[in-house]
């Protein structure tokens, strides 16, 4: 449920900065909170903070920036010097496979808010 809510919101977020997003998330975390429908879920304020910290690295990947490559005019040496780095591979796909865990973990962690 939780992740459902901070997924669905975070689409309307442009350009949030770190601290923007903390705010969003403990927002959400707070309103179902408050509204009682964390009521029987055995969460105590300590695990809503890990979520809450868990959400937001999630959402900080998701929203990186992109660096913005000069234009070139020769199209051969633009796909050559386009081309990313090991260390933008290994970023790209570390970033990809949080948010694939992130997602992935959606219907564990509303399963135990919601039971």
């Known amino acids: 449920m939780l992740a459902d809510a901070v997924e669905a919101a975070s689409r309307t977020l442009k350009k949030p900065t770190e601290e ?58 633009a796909t050559a010097s386009l081309a990313p780095s090991p260390e933008e591979n290994r970023h790209e796909r570390r970033r990809q496979s949080r948010f694939e865990a992130f997602v992935g973990r959606r219907g564990r962690i509303g399963s135990a808010v919601s039971s």
């Open 20 to 77: 923007k997003l903390d705010a969003f998330v403990w927002n959400i975390i707070m309103e179902k909170f408050h509204s009682g429908e964390l009521g029987e879920s055995n969460l105590a304020m300590r695990d809503l903070e890990i979520i809450r910290r868990s959400f937001r690295r999630v959402l900080e990947g998701y929203f990186h920036t992109r660096i913005e490559y000069p234009k070139l005019k020769d199209k051969g040496a």
